[in-house]
């Protein structure tokens, strides 16, 4: 094992690229107990039996802070074995908090859009666990054979938070660059992804998103996509780095009080009103799907509340504001669903008609 110089180093590196991310916080993390943090991802972050993983390297630094305490949640606790045990692994080290909510092979198209007993949606998992965060690890298996470009992908996460906070209003989510910045679009994710985090971030629900970790192909992994021990300390010095502004609890309000000498002001002060209350969007109606050569018109109504909507026809979907997309897919069917700060609305599906066919869609 490497000694913790090396970690120790690359942490504090990292922290000094966030020390901004919980500067707007309204929100107390760990008054009530330690924070609850979900970490959901794929094989990077489940490890394979025999690995430390990076939660490993995550956990023992955040204990070594003073002024935070960490509960990982989550619904499995062990390692893949190749041969299809999903896990039932070890770990090189087992003194650590090991509950997670990753897979080998996870794909965040998965848990949004074919949710099962290994792959359950976001929504579930914060009902089910409560976390203070969600640190989100996924991506790599979506880029590599889901979503043709990172601008498709990032539609996906808008509604991987838009669903996580429809569970919980003021969960905060760190979002993970990847570090397997040799395999296709990655480059172009990590580019967009602190725009995409500052888009989605508000002052009670904060999304903060984690450096590059530096990986060199083939000395910080031992394939193209999976990390060596070196790989994982990198990897859990940038979650680290940026999950520690999150996980600090909030000094005490001051309250402050009048002098005796010192009357208390008279002038009147404008109160803020609260913001009004968001509810979750109506599922779209008069959903039609009208398939013209290798493209797919997807157009439907407005639906009350919503912001943007998201049209998916087979694996391939588009994130608009209007009331019209146009995805490239040979698909037989298409579905669409409004979201906005509150949530998400159910899908309406329809059967995909070819041009010049006739009739309407039917709702499915």
Same mark, same amino acid.
């Given at each position: 094992?490497?000694?913790?110089?090396?970690?120790? #180093?690359?942490?504090?590196?990292?922290?000094?690229?966030?020390? &901004?991310?919980?500067?707007?916080?309204?929100? /107390?993390?760990?008054?009530?107990?330690?924070?609850?943090?979900?970490?959901?991802?794929?094989?990077? &972050?489940?490890?394979?039996?025999?690995?430390?993983?990076?939660?490993?390297? #995550?956990?023992?630094?955040?204990?070594?802070?003073?002024?935070?305490?960490?509960?990982?949640?989550?619904?499995?606790?062990?390692?893949?074995?190749?041969?299809?045990?999903?896990?039932?692994?070890?770990?090189?080290?087992?003194?650590?908090?090991?509950?997670?909510?990753?897979? *080998?092979?996870?794909?965040?198209?998965?848990?949004?859009?074919?949710?099962?007993?290994?792959?359950?949606?976001?929504?579930?998992?914060?009902?089910?666990?409560?976390?203070?965060?969600?640190?989100?690890?996924?991506?790599?298996?979506?880029?590599?054979?889901?979503?043709?470009? #990172?601008?498709?992908?990032?539609?996906?996460?808008?509604?991987?938070?838009?669903?996580?906070? /429809?569970? @919980?209003?003021?969960?905060?989510?760190?979002?993970?660059?990847?570090?397997?910045?040799?395999?296709?679009?990655?480059?172009?994710?990590? #580019?967009?992804?602190?725009?995409?985090?500052?888009?989605?971030?508000?002052?009670?629900?904060?999304?903060? /998103?984690?450096?590059?970790?530096?990986?060199?192909?083939?000395?910080?992994?031992?394939?193209?996509?999976?990390?060596?021990?070196?790989?994982?300390? @990198?990897?859990?010095?940038?979650?680290?780095?940026?999950?520690?502004?999150? %996980?600090?609890?909030?000094?005490?309000?001051?309250?402050?009080?009048?002098?005796?000498?010192?009357?208390?002001?008279?002038?009147?002060?404008?109160?803020?009103?609260?913001? /009004?209350?968001?509810?979750?969007?109506? &599922?779209?109606?008069?959903?039609?799907?009208?398939?013209?050569? @290798?493209?797919? %018109?997807?157009? *439907?109504?407005?639906?009350?509340?919503?912001?943007?909507?998201?049209?998916?026809?087979?694996?391939?979907? @588009?994130?608009?504001?209007?009331?019209?997309?146009?995805?490239?897919?040979?698909?037989?069917?298409?579905?669409?669903?409004?979201?906005?700060?509150?949530?998400?609305?159910?899908?309406?599906?329809? %059967?995909?008609?070819?041009?010049?066919?006739?009739?309407?869609?039917?709702?499915?």
């Amino acid at each position: 094992m490497k000694t913790m110089a090396t970690f120790a #180093a690359a942490l504090a590196l990292a922290t000094g690229l966030v020390t &901004t991310a919980g500067a707007a916080s309204t929100s /107390a993390p760990g008054v009530n107990g330690p924070s609850r943090v979900l970490i959901v991802g794929d094989s990077v &972050t489940q490890g394979r039996d025999g690995d430390f993983t990076w939660r490993y390297f #995550a956990w023992r630094a955040l204990q070594q802070q003073q002024d935070v305490s960490v509960d990982f949640v989550g619904n499995r606790t062990g390692t893949h074995v190749d041969g299809g045990h999903l896990w039932d692994g070890a770990y090189a080290d087992p003194d650590f908090d090991q509950d997670h909510a990753a897979r *080998w092979g996870m794909s965040m198209t998965e848990m949004l859009h074919s949710p099962s007993d290994v792959a359950p949606t976001i929504g579930s998992l914060v009902a089910a666990y409560d976390p203070d965060v969600i640190v989100e690890t996924l991506g790599i298996n979506d880029l590599s054979y889901v979503y043709g470009n #990172a601008e498709d992908f990032a539609d996906e996460v808008r509604l991987f938070v838009a669903e996580a906070r /429809a569970a @919980k209003a003021d969960v905060d989510v760190v979002l993970g660059a990847l570090p397997q910045t040799w395999v296709g679009d990655v480059p172009d994710y990590n #580019a967009l992804l602190p725009t995409l985090a500052s888009e989605l971030s508000r002052p009670e629900s904060r999304v903060a /998103a984690t450096p590059v970790a530096q990986w060199v192909n083939g000395v910080d992994t031992y394939d193209p996509a999976h990390p060596t021990t070196s790989g994982q300390e @990198k990897l859990a010095a940038v979650v680290t780095g940026t999950l520690r502004p999150l %996980v600090i609890p909030a000094p005490p309000a001051f309250t402050p009080t009048s002098s005796p000498s010192q009357p208390a002001p008279t002038t009147s002060v404008p109160t803020t009103q609260p913001p /009004a209350h968001v509810e979750v969007p109506t &599922t779209p109606r008069r959903v039609r799907a009208i398939a013209r050569g @290798k493209r797919i %018109v997807v157009t *439907w109504r407005a639906s009350a509340h919503a912001t943007r909507y998201v049209a998916k026809c087979g694996t391939r979907g @588009k994130s608009v504001t209007g009331i019209r997309a146009v995805v490239r897919s040979s698909a037989g069917r298409c579905k669409v669903r409004a979201l906005n700060d509150a949530g998400a609305s159910p899908w309406r599906t329809v %059967v995909v008609r070819r041009s010049g066919q006739g009739g309407l869609n039917r709702r499915q």
